[in-house]
């Protein structure tokens, strides 16, 4: 599977090297250019009908300047086709952005993956290691349906709240976990106009509603559902809460759990979707960020989701991570 790593100055140069790295993967390149609409840099990418923007943002005042720093790398998803007489950002059907936040440059390491799912559908997942041992994820693809899904393409990123008394709060609701349902701060936000983007966004249209984007988070409307660390209202059930699963207590190998998302139907119900391919949850007790590690025969990487137990004022994750299948 394609994987490549390298270093990067700047959020604008690693898009640059990410637009490279998926022209290698036969991505076709409709946009790539500086924004219209703030400064930074955006690259819109197609494959078989899947259709992302990638933008930078990197120059933020006022609200979220300070808890929610710039500057910002992250996917939207759009339907298409590109219409080269609407901006990058203001594509029709675009969906709210889903950055991570806090990229200074220049960058320790960045990592990206390539692949597939299993019905050929590409997909490009990225870590970033900001400053050593500080990590940041965004990516996007389709996730491995379960039944009759319409679309599923996906797009997310972690954005962590640097406010005092969240920075090393591994459980608070103002984080946005890839993937995860917990956060409860407000969807309502168009793109990135309000800076707070989404964590997940996942499309499945349905009931009438073509693109329909769910938004993975606690509040709001639109919802979708998800592991990562949720609690019991939001999160399937707990049946693979992140926070309770730990290393295996006779052989010490961290368990890989797969990312099932839902969404919500009329009624209050939620209808399953799949899961995101070749990405698990995973505790990273034992584990060294970044290192590789053989599963049968398949090779993964883990990182944390931010910082593996990080101090008083640093980023805290705790023992929380994701782990991304190699080969």
């Not at 609701?173 to 106009?193: C, I, K, L």
């Not at 499309?203 to 709001?220: E, K, M, Q």
């Amino acid at each position: 599977m394609p994987y490549d790593t390298g270093t990067a100055t700047d959020v604008n140069d690693l898009l640059s090297k990410l637009r490279v790295f998926a022209l290698a993967q036969g991505w076709s390149v409709d946009y790539n250019a500086a924004r219209t609409d703030h400064t930074g840099q955006a690259v819109l990418l197609n494959k078989g009908g899947m259709r992302c923007g990638l933008f930078t943002r990197t120059n933020v005042s006022g609200q979220g300047s300070t808890t929610d720093p710039a500057p910002y790398m992250g996917p939207a998803l759009y339907p298409g086709p590109y219409n080269s007489a609407q901006a990058a950002h203001a594509q029709t059907g675009i969906s709210r952005f889903a950055y991570a936040n806090n990229l200074p440059g220049p960058f320790v390491a960045y990592h990206l993956f390539a692949g597939v799912n299993r019905a050929g559908e590409s997909y490009m997942h990225a870590v970033v290691e900001v400053t050593s041992g500080s990590f940041r994820h965004f990516g996007f693809g389709t996730i491995n349906r379960a039944g009759a899904v319409t679309n599923g393409s996906y797009a997310y990123g972690n954005r962590w709240h640097w406010g005092s008394g969240t920075l090393n709060d591994t459980t608070s609701t103002q984080h946005e976990y890839p993937w995860d349902a917990r956060s409860s701060t407000s969807n309502a936000f168009n793109n990135d106009s309000g800076l707070f983007s989404r964590g997940t966004i996942i499309r499945a249209d349905g009931d009438t509603v073509s693109p329909r984007y769910a938004i993975l988070s606690s509040t709001g409307s639109n919802l979708g559902a998800a592991e990562a660390r949720g609690d019991g209202g939001y999160a399937n059930g707990n049946q693979a809460d992140g926070l309770r699963v730990g290393v295996s207590a006779l052989t010490g190998r961290s368990v890989l759990l797969p990312l099932f998302v839902s969404v919500i139907r009329p009624g209050g119900l939620y209808s399953v979707l799949g899961a995101p391919p070749d990405i698990r949850f995973v505790d990273m007790t034992n584990l060294i960020p970044g290192a590789s590690f053989a599963l049968g025969a398949d090779t993964w990487r883990a990182f944390p989701l931010i910082r593996k137990n990080g101090v008083s004022g640093q980023e805290n994750s705790a023992t929380l991570g994701y782990a991304y299948r190699v080969a």
